[in-house]
Structures are given as structure tokens and as C-alpha cells.
Nanobody, 126 residues
């Protein structure tokens, strides 16, 4: 399994980006039974939780810093998870990572995730 995150880039404050994450090796392994999440690592800081979604997509959780601006969703038929990011702020600048959970529910902690993508850079300028 090799998760591939895409959709990062450079935008001005107030702009939007949509991140996607899928298994780039097309192994046929499905994540439809697993919770999935997005984390980010700002420059010089530790990795932090951004958003998570349960296996069916019925439960979602967000970091307080992104509530009301980001939306996590998934398409199990495409084995893909998304992160729609609106009203971006300079403090959202970070490398964003997607991850597949060990279980079916959402989780806030990195240790609950079994597979990680390589990260995609998001840069927001003021």
C-alpha cells in the first residue's frame, strides 16, 4: 500500500484547495472498512490532527482550528478520501498527510493509523 496525496499548492489567504488521497499502487486493497484521517505538519512544528472520518463517512471530526472551513469526505467506490479546504489562512501552511486507520471509526491520534501518505505541501500567503 502506498498512499498518494495530491492537490496541494500555493494559494492566497481566503482561497481554496481540495486534497485527495488514494492508493497509488492500485493494489486492490480497499479501505472502505477503515476510518481515515488527515494530519498536517507546519514548519518547525509537530504533526497535528486535522480531520477524520469513519468507514461509512457518517462520523467526522475536526480540529478546532479548521472547523467550519474544512470538510473531509470519502468515496469508497474510488477508495479515496478528500479534504476540501476553504477560507484558507496563512497558519494552514503545512505538509498535509493522509492516513488509513487501523479500525473502522475516526481517531485523533497518529498511533491509530496504519498507513500514511507521503504528504503534500500547502502554502497560504497573506
Amino acid at each position: 500500500v502506498q498512499l498518494q496525496a495530491s492537490g496541494g499548492g500555493s494559494v492566497q489567504a481566503g482561497g481554496s484547495l481540495r486534497l485527495s488521497c488514494a492508493d497509488s499502487r492500485r493494489t486492490g486493497r480497499t479501505f472502505s472498512n477503515n476510518g481515515m484521517g488527515w494530519f498536517r505538519q507546519p514548519p518547525g512544528k509537530e504533526r497535528e490532527f486535522v480531520a477524520a472520518i469513519s468507514w461509512r463517512g457518517g462520523d467526522t471530526r475536526y480540529a478546532d482550528s479548521v472547523k467550519g472551513r474544512f470538510i473531509i469526505s470519502r468515496d469508497n467506490a474510488k477508495n479515496t478520501v478528500y479534504l476540501q479546504m476553504d477560507s484558507l489562512k496563512p497558519e494552514d501552511t503545512a505538509v498535509y498527510y493522509c492516513a488509513v486507520g487501523r479500525g473502522s471509526s475516526y481517531s485523533y491520534t497518529p498511533g491509530s493509523y496504519a498507513y500514511w501518505g507521503q504528504g503534500t505541501q500547502v502554502t497560504v500567503s497573506s
